[in-house]
């Protein structure tokens, strides 16, 4: 069985040699590995030059003009030629048996989309963090279709560290209009298709934080969430009222995540940060009228959108949310709870 390992790069000379070693040297051999370089400007070009000059199995891809992550993605999808996919970022890593773990499991319950749980680097003041971003199951989870089990929909919203196989992606491509939050729509897509979903209890993908990285940084360019979750939105249109319910209270809860940890660190005055706040809770309460009788939408989620639509309480929101880093918070006390240590590889 072959894999193809996705890999899109673009200024990433400080990291892509710690990607791509951790990918050349799997323990399972037979993958393509195809690089897409998005019109880097440092020197990421050519150190994949240098990869691929020593490997065959890289095929580099390199793009004229900077198009962005999608675009990068959607050319590594028509070059690949395995019978399963998966995306890796640059500036991330895989264990050295990532592949081999995903592809036994992938064999044992003929399983058409393998997910993982992520081993989340962190560091703060010099000092490293390992940790996961949820408590690992005991046994592998064996879920079937969204229809078998809607909580797949909920499971692990990022597309990279997953074995997903190729006919199930068929001719779907990411959304090239779509700058950040691109993930999220091509996942859910995938996700609504899936026949049999596993999800191994071994993390197997290295994500390493970094604050600079384009999903974590602040500001108006998240209010991109709202055209991703009317994507998303669409794709389970058909479904029943139980999926459709879960699929908003998903997308209606991160979305007011959303706006008090990224949309309002806006670095902008009080005024214009209220309006951007403003504008952007009347459309995701537009997008989904009937939250508040939706029962899967957290009760203090409910109360909390009440409160916020007195503009006063909503100023005085802003004031206390802008000023403090809640992503680092979030990942100082994953730190403590869910400490992890990579174990023998063979094991």
């Known amino acids: 069985m072959v894999v193809s390992i996705i890999i899109p790069a673009y200024n990433s000379e400080k990291f892509i040699r710690r990607c791509l070693d951790s990918v050349v040297n799997q323990i399972y051999k037979n993958i393509e590995i195809i690089v897409v370089d998005d019109a880097s400007t440092d020197n ?12 065959n199995r890289i095929r580099p891809f390199y793009s004229s003009e900077n198009k962005g992550v999608s675009f990068s993605r959607n050319i590594g999808l028509k070059a690949s030629t395995g019978e399963y996919i998966m995306f890796v970022d640059s500036d991330d890593e895989l264990t050295k048996d990532a592949v081999r773990r995903m592809v036994d499991i992938a064999n044992k319950y003929n399983s058409d989309y393998v997910d993982s749980y992520q081993i989340i680097k962190y560091t703060k003041n010099n000092k490293e963090y390992m940790f996961t971003e949820f408590k690992l199951p005991k046994k592998h989870l064996v879920l079937g279709s969204v229809k078998d089990n809607p909580k797949i929909i909920n499971m692990y919203m990022y597309i990279k560290g997953k074995l997903i ?3 199930l992606i068929n001719d779907l491509l990411f959304n090239e209009s779509l700058k950040i939050y691109e993930d999220l729509v091509f996942e859910q897509m995938i996700k609504s298709k899936v026949r049999n979903y596993v999800m191994i209890n071994k993390p197997i993908y290295i994500y390493y934080e970094r604050e600079d990285s384009l999903v974590n940084s602040l500001g108006k360019k998240h209010e991109c969430y709202l055209q991703a979750s009317k994507l998303v939105k669409e794709i389970y249109k058909d479904y029943d009222i139980n999926i459709k319910n879960i699929v908003e209270s998903m997308l209606f809860q991160n979305g007011i995540l959303t706006l008090f940890t990224k949309v309002i660190k806006n670095n902008d005055t009080l005024d214009n940060n209220f309006i951007l706040s403003k504008n952007y809770i009347r459309e995701l309460i537009d997008l989904f009228p009937n939250y508040n009788e939706n029962k899967n939408i957290n009760i203090f989620i409910k109360k909390f959108v009440i409160k916020i639509s007195d503009d006063e309480k909503l100023k005085k929101y802003i004031r ?4 403090k880093n809640y992503i680092n918070l979030y990942f100082k006390y994953l730190s403590v709870k869910n ?5 023998n590889p063979l094991d």
């Open 44 to 55: 990421t070009e050519k150190i994949i030059k240098e990869y691929a000059e020593k490997d």
């Open 165 to 167: 196989k190729k006919d």
């Open 320 to 323: 206390k949310f802008s000023k």
């Open 339 to 343: 400490k992890y240590s990579i174990k």
